[in-house]
């Protein structure tokens, strides 16, 4: 990478990281263009060259981290050979009770009544969830196979885990009952998954 080219990382870098701590502090309406390029130290000139509007930055903000996390998740996995499911559906949940999940739920709230934000939304948490279909089957080969199974109760899974850190955030529900959801949630998963196998084998 040239250095032209590392000063445009660097310059994307702080924009999203700007744009990712405005939605958690003060939500999606309340996040300028303006406010971002303070917060980063940027001309909005130069913000506009890599990203045309809000929506783009706010998405680019999303997609990065969520990308960065997957990353973390695939690096976990291959350092653990023996990564149990219920291990991986609780480190997922714990980064559902960070920050970014907040952000991501702001950007969701507001795709509802903004048509182009939606459209990029959608198209991102598409590209997202390809991802975790593609971390399980790394993580639990036994189950490849049955794709296309894996690929709707993974989309099922992540769909109650949503639900259940927005449990924490809107109605404020303690860590403690949001941990007892879990487990239970992990006890059907877990079960479904052993009638996937033997299902195969028979």
Known sequence: ???????????????????????????????????????????????????????????????????????????????????????????????????????????ANASRTEPALGEMYRAAMARFEEQIVWIVNMAFPKWERDFDTVKRATALVMRSMVGLAMDRIILKKSDEESAAHLEMLIVMVETYGINIVKNRKS
């Open 1 to 107: 990478m040239g250095r032209q080219e590392e000063k445009s990382e660097q310059t994307k870098a702080k924009l999203m990281a700007a744009a990712h701590y405005l939605l958690v502090e003060h939500g999606y309406h309340r996040t300028s263009t303006a406010a971002v390029c303070r917060r980063a130290g940027i001309a909005r000139g130069t913000m506009l060259h890599h990203y045309p509007n809000k929506d783009a930055l706010v998405i680019a903000a999303m997609e990065d981290t969520l990308l960065r996390q997957a990353t973390a998740f695939i690096k976990t996995i291959q350092a653990n050979k023996n990564m149990s499911l219920a291990d991986l559906m609780r480190d997922v949940f714990e980064v559902m009770k960070g920050p970014t999940f907040v952000a991501g739920l702001e950007i």
